[in-house]
C-alpha cells in the first residue's frame, strides 16, 4: 500500500503572523463586548469567532493544504453546523 503524505511545514514569520492575528481578535472580542451594540454585539463576537475559528483550522490543523474536496467536506459539516445551532437560537428567541 503506497499512500503519499507530504508535510506542510509552516515558517516561524507565518505562524507568529497568524499568532498575532488571533491575539488582534481576542482583543476585538472584548472590545465588542464593552460595546453597546444591542443585537449586534452576538452577532459580532459570532463573526469574530467565526474567522478565529478559520484561521485555526487552515494554518493549524492544515486544511489550506488539503485537496478540494476534503475542504469542501469541512465546509458542508461546519453549514449544517451553523444551520442547527442558528434554528436553535431562532427556537429560543421566538419562545
Known amino acids: 500500500m503506497d499512500t503519499e503524505h507530504s508535510e506542510h511545514i509552516l515558517s516561524y514569520g507565518k505562524l507568529m503572523a497568524v499568532w ?7 482583543a476585538a472580542t472584548i472590545m465588542v463586548t464593552r460595546v453597546e451594540l444591542g443585537v449586534w454585539k452576538v452577532w459580532a463576537a459570532l463573526a469574530i469567532a467565526s474567522i478565529k475559528s478559520g484561521l485555526v483550522i487552515a494554518f493549524f490543523m492544515h486544511m489550506k493544504y488539503e485537496p478540494r474536496l476534503f475542504r469542501i467536506i ?4 461546519l453549514f449544517t453546523l451553523a444551520g442547527f445551532i442558528g434554528g436553535t437560537f431562532f427556537d429560543v428567541l421566538y419562545r
Open 74 to 77: 469541512l465546509f458542508v459539516a
Open 20 to 26: 498575532v492575528a488571533l491575539l488582534v481578535l481576542t
